[in-house]
Antibody, heavy 122, light 107 residues
Framework: QVTLKESGPVLVKPTETLTLTCTVS??????????VSWIRQPPGKALEWLAH???????SYSRSLKSRLSISKDTSKSQVVLTMTNMDPVDTATYYC??????????????WGQGTIVTVSS | SYELSQPPSVSVSPGQTAIITCSGD??????AYWYQQKPGQSPVLIIY???KRPSGIPERFSGSNSGNTATLTISGTQAMDEADYYC??????????FGTGTIVTVL
């Protein structure tokens, strides 16, 4: 069974750095047919893609947030980590990780994690 | 940057057909994906590569994509289909892009 699970702090202060971990099971992060993205959703708002980790260690970032984001992976731990610097209250959102797979064209997300809620407040 | 636009809301009577559009420049040249999100839940993929349904998704969900518009059609809409729906595509300049989302209400 394929699963993704997000973990990280529930509350961060403005200007702090957020670190989120996506732990996957049921597939390998080295599998060339798959990748993992981070996506967020502010309360009552639309989904926003943040960053993507490819199996070959290539990375892709949202243009608007690129300067604040960093994505990495630890294949041995089956984890994809996202860091976001200089957090602001507008970054309050549910953060999801999700998988891409070539079987669905490689450019969509077939499996999503349950999401983790992050609130930015002093 | 690439953008996808959706109507904010669509209302449909039970048993009728709901049509949700997703507009973007030359969207028909890309693959469109659709997700259903119910309150408090994670999005679920319901259409991929314009018109294909993942295993377990009811046949009443169908999709098409041509020109500048992708369309999600829900035939014989049921109360359980009440949810938010998002389109999504990949663009070479912007990477993954989500639509603005559509709230489907079954009256």
């Amino acid at each position: 069974q394929v699963t993704l699970k997000e973990s990280g702090p529930v509350l961060v202060k403005p200007t702090e750095t957020l670190t989120l971990t996506c732990t996957v099971s049921g597939f390998s992060l080295n599998n060339a047919r798959m990748g993992v993205s981070w996506i967020r959703q502010p309360p009552g708002k639309a989904l926003e893609w943040l960053a993507h980790m490819y199996s070959n260690d290539e990375k892709s970032y949202s243009r608007s947030l690129k300067s604040r984001l960093s994505i990495s992976k630890d294949t041995s731990k089956s984890q994809v980590v996202l860091t976001m610097t200089n957090m602001d209250p507008v970054d309050t959102a549910t953060y999801y990780c999700a998988r891409t797979h070539v079987l669905i064209g490689g450019n969509g997300f077939d499996i999503w994690g349950q999401g983790t809620i992050v609130t930015v407040s002093s | 940057s690439y953008e996808l636009s959706q109507p904010p809301s669509v209302s449909v009577s039970p048993g009728q057909t709901a049509i949700i559009t997703c507009s973007g420049d030359k969207l028909g040249d890309k693959y469109a994906y659709w997700y259903q999100q119910k309150p408090g839940q994670s999005p679920v993929l319901i259409i991929y590569q314009d018109a294909k349904r993942p295993s377990g998704i009811p046949e009443r969900f169908s999709g098409s994509n041509s020109g500048n518009t992708a369309t999600l059609t829900i035939s014989g809409t049921q109360a359980m289909d009440e949810a938010d729906y998002y389109c999504q595509a990949w663009d070479s300049s912007t990477a993954y892009v989500f639509g603005t989302g559509t709230i489907v209400t079954v009256l």
